[in-house]
């Protein structure tokens, strides 16, 4: 009887042994099959970043070769090794096309991103039946700072005006579009009545940064234009409308300048 108890617990502990094993060998592979995983998309997502300058320099033949290089990873079936091509092509596209829509300095959308996001934006107000307001800035006297102090001051104060938008408009990307439509000149499309008011964004503009080191207060021409849902324009229409009423401001303000200047007697 105690010969027979002893072997049944003997043939348990080896049950549980091999129970153990087996599951420290899955627990294994599973990590494996992690790490693997993890390292294919780092891999993926750096040969995107490789195609991407590739395709910016026009390499064709180092494209060619990073393409390659994805159809000899080891450890994949061919069938995988084509997927992994696809997605990193298709990061590539995405990555191109980001960067057709965005300008370089400020990391905003371009005229043309704006323009495409806006017109999105607008469509929904209109579905939803909510205001919107077209914001146009003009940096004032970004050119002579260019020509008296370099370009590479003029670029902090663009990248400045980018930063400060940011900060007034904290729902860009959902609620907000915001924009670089070249030169000194941005623009932002908003559906909150915050900061669609121009002396609103001038005073705020007026002040400067906190803790902006060298920064300045900024000088800005404003424009707006209101968007109505109940009678939609669109996109062009709208920013012709800002645009000239920035120019408007920044003419108001030239002569009332002129007019506070005391003259040589």
Not at 25 to 37: D, I, M
Request: hydrophobic content about 40%; some cysteine.
């Amino acid at each position: 009887m105690e010969t027979g108890s002893v072997s049944r617990s003997a043939e348990q502990g080896a049950l549980r042994a091999r129970n153990a094993e087996a599951s420290r060998a899955r627990n294994a592979e599973a990590l494996r099959r992690v790490r693997s995983a993890e390292a294919l998309r780092a891999r993926n997502a750096e040969l995107a970043r490789q195609l991407r300058a590739a395709a910016m320099e026009g390499n064709d033949a180092h494209m060619t070769q990073l393409l390659s290089e994805l159809l000899r990873v080891q450890g994949l079936t061919k069938g995988q090794r084509v997927s992994l091509q696809l997605k990193a092509l298709l990061n590539l596209v995405h990555s191109l096309r980001c960067v057709a829509l965005t300008d370089d300095l400020t990391g905003l959308y371009n005229r043309r991103g704006f323009m495409k996001i806006g017109a999105r934006l607008l469509d929904v107000a209109t579905r939803d039946v909510r205001s919107a307001h077209l914001i146009y800035f003009d940096v004032n006297d970004l050119e002579r700072t260019n020509r008296t102090m370099g370009r590479t001051v003029g670029d902090v104060m663009i990248r400045q005006v980018g930063n400060f938008m940011r900060d007034l408009y904290p729902s860009y990307g959902v609620y907000e579009v915001l924009g670089r439509l070249g030169g000194d000149e941005f623009a932002v499309l908003t559906t909150c009545p915050e900061y669609a008011s121009r002396g609103a964004i001038v005073l705020r503009a007026g002040r400067r940064p906190p803790n902006g080191g060298d920064l300045h207060a900024l000088s800005l021409s404003v424009g707006v234009a209101h968007f109505n849902p109940r009678r939609p324009v669109g996109i062009d229409e709208l920013l012709e409308s800002a645009e000239e009423a920035m120019y408007e401001h920044k003419r108001v303000t030239r002569i009332a300048s002129s007019e506070q200047t005391p003259h040589p007697v």
